[in-house]
C-alpha cells in the first residue's frame, strides 16, 4: 500500500511538472477532476489488493482442504483394496467348493448313467440275440469239417468270373459269368452241357440290361444278384426270363468303397446263398478292414440285419456261407496254400475252436470266387480259368437249444467278437 501511495505520489508529481504554474493555470476545474479521479483510481487499487488477498487465503483453505481429503483418499484405497483381495480368496475358495460339489454330481450322475447304459445294453442285446433267433430259425445243423475232393469241371482263358446253379431251384441250368465286368450270360441246360462243348442245343446267350462289377454274383429262386458296375453299393436283383430289373437296392454303411479281398481285387461286394437265403460280404470304412455280413431279404432286397465279423480282407481270396456261418478263405501271396483261418458265426454256436485245419487242394493261384450250393452241398469255384466242383465233408451238430436267452448245444462256444451294426 505503501508503495502504491509513493508512486500515486510520484505520478502527481510528474504530471505536475507539465502543469502550468498556479498563477498560470486558466482553469482551476481540470486540476480538480484529476486530483478526483485519481482519488476513485486509488480506491480501486486497495479494493482489488484486498480481493487478492481474499482469493490467496481461500486457495490456500482449498489447497489444505485438498491434501486432507487426497490423505484420506489413499487410505480408503488402500483399505478398499485389503478388503478386494480377501473378498477374492473367498471367492476363490467358494469356488473350489463348487467345483468339488460339481464333481460329487457329476460322479454320481456317471455312475447312475453307466448303469443305466449297462442295463440298456443288457436289454439290447437279449432282444438282438431274440431277432437273430427268429432271423435265423431254420434247421440247419452242419457245419463244415472238411475238403473231400476237387473236380475241374471246365477250362477257360478267362482269369476271372463265376458260375452256379441256382441254390434252391431243382433245375438242373448251369450260369456262367465270365470276367469281372460284363453284362452276358451264359444258360447250360445242365452240367453235361457245359462240359461237353460239342452238346447240343448249345448254350442260351442273356445279354442284361446293366453290367455287373466283381464276382460276386448268385443265382437265387430263378433271379440273378449281382453288384451293379459304376455303383459303389447297388444290389440289382435281375428277371431271367423277363430279362428285366425286378428290384434295387443300396447297401449302407460305406459298403462298395473297398475291396472285400485282397486278392480279388474287383470284387467289392460279394453275395452268397446258404440254407437261410441271401447275404451280402462287403467292406467300408472306419472298420480296420473287417469284413461286414449283411443278411437280405431276398423278396423286398431289405436289409434283415448286418454284423462287423472278427474276419479282415487282408490276404482274404473268398468266403462263403454255409448255415448261416461264414468262413473266410486266406492264402499268403495269393498262391496258398488255401485255408480257412477265420469263421464268424452271428448265433455264437460254433468258432474256429470247434473246427479242425480246413485247408484246399493246392492251386497255383488265389480263388476268383467260391459259392456254397446249399442243394448239392458243395462249393462252386473258378480258379485261375478252372471251374472246380468241391465236395465238403459235413459234420451234423446238436440240435440248438436256447436257454435263458443263450443258445447251447454240443458246438457252443463263446461268442465271437463280432459287432451288430443295425437290425431292420
Not at 478267362?158 to 452256379?164: L, N, P
Not at 433245375?171 to 457245359?194: D, H, Q
Not at 442284361?208 to 454274383?217: A, P, R, V, Y
Not at 459259392?371 to 469255384?381: G, S, T, V
Request: charged share 25%; proline share 5%.
Amino acid at each position: 500500500m505503501l508503495a502504491f501511495r509513493q508512486a500515486s505520489a510520484f505520478l502527481v508529481l510528474f504530471l505536475a511538472a507539465f502543469l502550468p504554474a498556479p498563477h498560470c493555470a486558466q482553469d482551476p476545474a481540470m486540476v480538480h477532476y484529476i486530483y478526483q479521479r485519481f482519488q476513485v483510481l486509488e480506491q480501486g487499487l486497495q479494493k482489488c489488493t484486498q480481493a487478492t488477498k481474499a482469493y490467496i487465503q481461500d486457495f490456500r483453505e482449498f489447497s489444505k482442504n485438498i491434501s486432507v481429503m487426497l490423505g484420506r483418499c489413499l487410505t480408503y484405497t488402500s483399505e478398499f483394496k485389503s478388503a478386494v483381495n480377501n473378498l477374492a480368496l473367498r471367492v476363490e475358495h467358494a469356488q473350489r467348493e463348487v467345483d468339488y460339489l460339481e464333481y460329487l454330481r457329476e460322479a454320481d450322475m456317471c455312475i447312475e448313467s453307466e448303469d443305466k447304459m449297462l442295463a440298456e445294453k443288457l436289454v439290447q442285446e437279449a432282444e438282438d440275440e431274440k431277432k437273430i433267433r427268429t432271423l435265423l430259425n431254420a434247421s440247419c445243423d452242419n457245419m463244415l469239417m472238411g475238403i473231400k475232393s476237387l473236380k475241374i469241371v471246365k477250362k477257360t482263358m478267362d482269369r476271372d468270373g463265376s458260375w452256379m446253379k441256382d441254390a434252391v431251384s431243382n433245375s438242373p441250368k448251369v450260369y456262367f459269368l465270365i470276367g469281372s465286368r460284363n453284362n452276358t450270360v451264359w444258360e447250360f441246360s445242365n452240367m453235361r452241357a457245359l462240359m461237353e462243348d460239342s452238346t447240343k442245343p448249345g448254350p442260351r446267350k442273356l445279354i442284361l440290361t446293366h453290367s455287373w462289377q466283381g464276382t460276386g454274383q448268385v443265382i437265387y429262386k430263378g433271379f440273378l444278384f449281382f453288384h451293379n458296375q459304376g455303383t459303389p453299393n447297388e444290389i440289382i436283383k435281375y428277371n431271367l426270363q423277363k430279362r428285366t430289373v425286378e428290384d434295387r437296392m443300396l447297401l449302407p454303411g460305406g459298403a462298395g468303397r473297398a475291396l472285400v479281398y485282397q486278392h480279388s481285387p474287383s470284387t467289392y461286394i460279394d453275395l452268397a446263398v446258404d440254407e437261410y437265403g441271401l447275404w451280402a460280404i462287403h467292406s467300408g470304412p472306419g472298420i480296420h478292414g473287417h469284413l461286414v455280413l449283411t443278411k437280405i431279404e431276398p423278396g423286398t432286397l431289405g436289409m434283415e440285419h448286418s454284423w462287423v465279423t472278427p474276419c479282415k480282407s487282408q490276404d482274404a481270396e473268398a468266403a462263403f456261407l454255409l448255415c448261416g456261418v461264414l468262413y473266410v478263405v486266406y492264402s499268403f501271396g495269393g498262391h496258398g496254400p488255401h485255408r480257412i483261418t477265420c469263421v464268424y458265426d452271428p448265433r455264437g454256436t460254433i468258432s474256429e475252436e470247434d473246427l479242425p485245419n480246413l485247408f484246399f487242394p493246392r492251386r497255383p493261384r488265389s480263388h476268383s470266387m467260391i459259392h456254397y450250393n446249399a442243394r448239392d452241398k458243395q462249393l462252386y469255384a473258378w480258379n485261375d480259368g478252372n471251374q472246380i466242383i468241391y465236395k465238403l465233408q459235413i459234420k451234423r451238430k446238436q440240435p440248438l437249444k436256447f436257454e435263458g436267452g443263450r443258445a447251447t448245444g454240443a458246438a457252443r462256444t463263446p461268442e465271437p467278437p463280432g459287432e451288430e451294426l443295425c437290425t431292420q
